[in-house]
């Protein structure tokens, strides 16, 4: 899949922009500031109908204004053309459609443009919760599985029954808690299944990555943890319904998951330097990319790369030069505020290319 032209009106601080990009290498320059990430983000809002942040959609509309417009025209590896388009007026839900026809639901489109994006935020996944590495894990299986997003949906919207019914005073009605038990557990099954299996096939694809860009200095892991390792939900919810009403929250199942990040075997939250969680990072995102190409539809996703290079030894860079600049990647998007950087790379790349400069929210070849 490749985005031949882009069209935004009112996102962010880019008021309005008509862009044509190649399809195998566009970098874009300019100091902090001044709008390289929120075009990555647009990039990103019309794959997965949300910003890369998580921020509310409103707040990606240019402040002032009262409406937001982006427009994607793609193309597939066959030639097949794809037209997206995302709508929105302030205080209204926004519209996604493909072509003239609007989805009923957004989870639809989860999936059809495959997106990764590799971003100073990422370091989240290290240093922020568990559900920093959730959201790692279902980004990308909901984006070859489209029955993943919905099963989860069903799970969070039972999940949220129960606690409401935890958090009453009175005791709970028992058939009603069973009733919502009952479904965060056969949905649970399905999430932890797809979950435990991502991180099965994922991780060699990681190790692999991690050892290329790091020249094997170091031995990396990821380890899947979850309360359905013990079994089936339903029995832990039963025994766990009276002290979770004393809290008031249910303390057991899929939304506590986690995935253990190590280096040397140790957590590399506590062990890594800067350098170190940016090259573990940036493994983990190019190895999304590599099983996101090999799975589900099997198209070549977007790759994202906002400020790539920040932190990391001149090896490491030449490493992911080499890497992204391969025939194992498609259409790339990378920002830097360092020119000499683009140069660099753009001296690899024996194909087309764009060279952009952003500045103030304008973008303009140069």
């Keep these: ?3 031949n032209h882009l069209s935004i009106l009112n996102y962010r601080n880019i008021r309005q922009a008509e862009l044509d990009f190649s399809g195998k290498l566009n970098c874009l320059v300019g100091m902090n500031g001044e709008g390289k990430t929120n075009l990555l983000d647009a990039i990103h ?3 997965l109908c949300r910003s890369c942040s998580g921020c509310p959609d409103a707040m990606a509309m240019t402040h002032g204004e009262d409406i937001m417009a982006l427009q994607g025209k793609y193309e597939r590896e066959d030639g097949t053309p794809e037209d997206i388009h995302i709508g929105m007026k302030r205080g209204q839900k926004k519209v996604v459609r493909r072509g003239c026809k609007p989805y009923k639901r957004l989870s639809g489109h989860i999936g059809l443009i495959p997106v990764v994006m590799v971003s100073p935020d990422d370091q989240a996944l290290i240093t922020g919760g568990s559900e920093e590495r959730r959201r790692f894990m279902d980004l990308a299986i909901a984006q070859y599985d489209g029955a ?9 919207k039972a999940l949220q029954q129960r606690n409401a019914l935890l958090k009453a005073e009175e005791e709970p009605d028992h058939d009603l808690m069973l009733m919502w038990e009952e479904q965060m557990s056969a949905e649970a099954d399905y999430v932890f299944g797809r979950r435990r299996e991502y991180v099965e096939r994922f991780t060699p694809v990681f190790r692999h990555f991690h050892e290329t860009i790091s020249c094997g200095r170091e031995a990396v892991g990821l380890e899947y943890v979850s309360h359905l390792q013990r079994g089936s939900l339903l029995p832990q919810l039963k025994e766990w319904r009276g002290r979770e009403h004393a809290v ?4 057991h199942g899929i939304h506590r998951d986690d995935m253990e990040m190590t280096l040397q075997g140790h957590p590399i939250r506590r062990e890594g330097s800067q350098g170190q969680g940016k090259t573990y990072l940036t493994a983990m995102k190019l190895a999304q990319y590599d ?5 589900g539809s099997k198209t070549s996703p977007i790759l994202l790369l906002d400020d790539i290079f920040d932190k990391l030894d001149s090896t490491r860079v030449q490493q992911i030069v080499e890497l992204v600049g391969g025939e194992d990647f498609g259409q790339i998007f990378i920002t830097d505020t ?3 950087h683009l140069d660099r790379i753009l001296e690899t790349c024996t194909g087309d290319y764009r060279l952009l400069q952003v500045q ?3 973008i303009e070849p140069c």
């Design 148 to 156: 993943y997003i919905e099963s989860l949906a069903r799970y969070n």
């Design 1 to 3: 899949m490749k985005l």
């Design 248 to 251: 008031g929250y249910t303390l």
């Design 338 to 340: 360092n020119r000499k």
């Design 291 to 295: 099983f996101l190409h090999h799975s």
């Design 45 to 47: 809002y019309l794959s």
């Design 360 to 362: 103030g929210g304008h």
